[in-house]
């Protein structure tokens, strides 16, 4: 049975639903946020500048908030489902592909485009949360951002641990997060 919004949803559903927002939200902006832990890292390993990869973590910022309309345009022509599983191919492009990046200029490609791109379909994840569980816009907050910034204390502490004790090369970690 179809759930319309404004219609009373079950407990088990709205479980689903908080659940899949805090994954998506915890995964994406999570580690996002964790790139301040590689950043001497990709300076050296791709002969970089610290303004150039400063350029790329802003970069992925201006490519996610650009997205605008789009996810909500994909939503109208496919789904939810569609757009956040796309969130998720993206993602594992990113961090996958720039695992293999030998300069700044394919990071900023792989890494900025890419994961913005990610960031910008995560947008969708909010509005199906309003839109399932009784327009509940208070709720959707509370998840996504507690979602996001628990992600961040993770995958920055984990990266930061596996970095600092010398256990994973960058290149290795990103392979291991994607």
């Known amino acids: 049975m179809e759930e319309s919004s404004?219609?009373?949803?079950?407990?088990s559903k709205k479980a689903s639903i908080i659940s899949l927002a805090f994954i998506v939200e915890f995964t994406c902006w999570g580690l996002f946020y964790s790139y301040s832990m590689f950043f001497t890292s990709l300076v050296e390993?791709?002969?970089s500048s610290y303004?150039?990869?400063g350029f790329i973590g802003t970069f992925v910022l201006a490519v996610a908030y650009f997205m605008g309309t789009i996810p909500a345009m994909l939503v109208e022509a496919t789904s939810y489902g569609v757009v956040i599983a796309l969130a998720g191919v993206f993602l594992f492009l990113s961090f996958f592909i720039t695992s293999y990046d030998m300069n700044d200029w394919e990071a900023l490609f792989s890494y900025a485009l890419l994961l913005g791109i990610a960031n910008g379909f995560t947008v969708v994840v909010f509005n199906y949360f309003v839109d399932h569980i009784e327009n509940d816009?208070?709720?959707?907050?509370?998840v996504t951002t507690t979602a996001a910034g628990f992600g961040m204390?993770?995958?920055s502490c984990v990266a930061a641990y596996l970095l600092i004790n010398d256990i994973m090369h960058w290149r290795e970690i990103f392979r291991v997060f994607s």
């Open 6 to 11: 404004g219609s009373k949803v079950s407990f």
């Open 45 to 47: 390993d791709l002969n």
């Open 51 to 53: 303004a150039f990869m």
């Open 137 to 142: 816009f208070n709720m959707a907050i509370s």
């Open 153 to 155: 204390m993770f995958f």
